[in-house]
């Protein structure tokens, strides 16, 4: 067996797409302690406890769906890219795993605001450290092991990512078929839970949930359209027959999924908030926007795949989120890239020294002398 390295040097067009996703998913690296959650705190508690068992469930459902993804789907997809020596592409897909590790946290975070903030606790809503709940965030992520919807959509994907790592024979359109379940993983399944926490939004509460949820979004928006154009260049290698063999794989796949992630729905308490028809169409909606990553016509026509338009506005708005992520910043040119420990809760704020946030103190520099290097 040989080992390769990552020739980030090359100049042809699969380096340039691998290049371009890098770049971006680094430029666009964040974290959920730079998005204050303790100012959604008044919202949250004015929250039915309804809406907020809504609102964990959904959480914890996106937590699993996204650990699922970073464990057996990018795990499965690099060892296809190292069987052939395409060792800037598994760069690209550590990356997303990186990315989809943040999401995790940042869903954690998320859950910890909820569960700080139940009514009665006010004042404590600041504190968002995941080591100090009181059990519902533990209850949230117990209730989605118990769900037979969800766990049977869980074996859904997980079949699809499953490969056979020793096998040195795997074929091409095995692989294809997983970056396939991958873009539908991220598209369909985790982008259909943005809704409830968007429709908040768009009528002015929970505004710093839907900038983590904005975050998430623009990172599997850079991660899908990435996969797609692998999936869709592997697709042009294809003869008629077995590109047409993988488009009904995909096309079934996205059904599969589509009714997986409606039953799943099913137990989520959408039916009280009169928001059944909405969720559907936003699930319409994602499926088609998968599809057409990889290639594809829409599944559903315009008149059942038409959401909200306030929720969709809300969820590109990115302009508010930058402005929140500067505004807070954990990170600058004169600090050490180091994990924060005095404000290691997600949102907390409650450092506002730059290297005091970082857990670092400032780089300084002065200059040598032959004495220094007398050990």
Do not use: C
Request: glycine content about 4%; charged content about 20%; aromatic content about 8%.
């Amino acid at each position: 067996m040989t080992f390769a390295a990552a020739d980030w040097t090359r100049t042809d067009a699969n380096t340039d797409i691998d290049r371009t996703a890098f770049n971006t998913m680094t430029a666009n690296l964040w974290t959920p302690e730079q998005i204050l959650l303790a100012n959604d705190a008044e919202d949250i508690r004015a929250l039915s406890s309804n809406e907020r068992l809504a609102l964990a469930h959904i959480f914890a459902g996106l937590a699993s769906t996204e650990a699922l993804l970073t464990n057996a789907s990018i795990s499965a997809l690099n060892e296809d890219a190292a069987r052939y020596k395409a060792g800037t592409r598994q760069a690209v897909l550590t990356a997303i795993a990186f990315s989809s590790s943040i999401h995790s946290k940042a869903y954690s975070a998320l859950l910890t605001a909820l569960d700080g903030n139940l009514p009665g606790k006010a004042g404590e809503g600041s504190n968002t450290d995941t080591n100090k709940n009181n059990g519902s965030t533990t209850l949230a992520f117990n209730w989605i092991e118990q769900n037979a919807s969800m766990q049977g959509k869980q074996q859904l994907l997980n079949d699809a990512y499953r490969t056979d790592t020793e096998n040195e024979g795997s074929s091409k359109l095995d692989a294809l078929k997983r970056l396939a379940a991958t873009v539908l993983a991220q598209s369909l399944t985790i982008e259909a839970g943005f809704y409830l926490p968007m429709r908040f939004s768009s009528r002015g509460t929970l505004t710093k949930t839907a900038d983590i949820v904005r975050l998430i979004n623009r990172d599997l928006a850079t991660s899908s359209s990435y996969l797609g154009a692998l999936y869709q260049q592997g697709i042009e290698q294809l003869d008629s027959e077995t590109s047409e063999t993988m488009r009904e794989y995909t096309y079934d796949l996205a059904n599969n999924l589509y009714f997986a992630e409606e039953d799943y729905g099913y137990t989520l308490p959408y039916a009280d908030f009169s928001l059944e028809e909405d969720t559907e169409k936003f699930l319409s909606y994602n499926t088609n926007k998968a599809l057409s990553y990889l290639g594809y016509p829409a599944l559903f026509p315009a008149e059942i795949s038409e959401p909200n338009p306030a929720v969709i506005d809300e969820l590109n708005d990115m302009e508010s989120t930058s402005s929140a992520l500067a505004s807070n910043s954990l990170f600058d040119a004169n600090v050490n890239f180091t994990a924060s420990t005095t404000n290691a809760a997600a949102g907390t704020g409650a450092t506002t020294d730059s290297s005091a946030a970082s857990g670092t103190a400032a780089n300084k520099t002065e200059e040598t002398s032959d004495d220094d290097w007398d050990f």
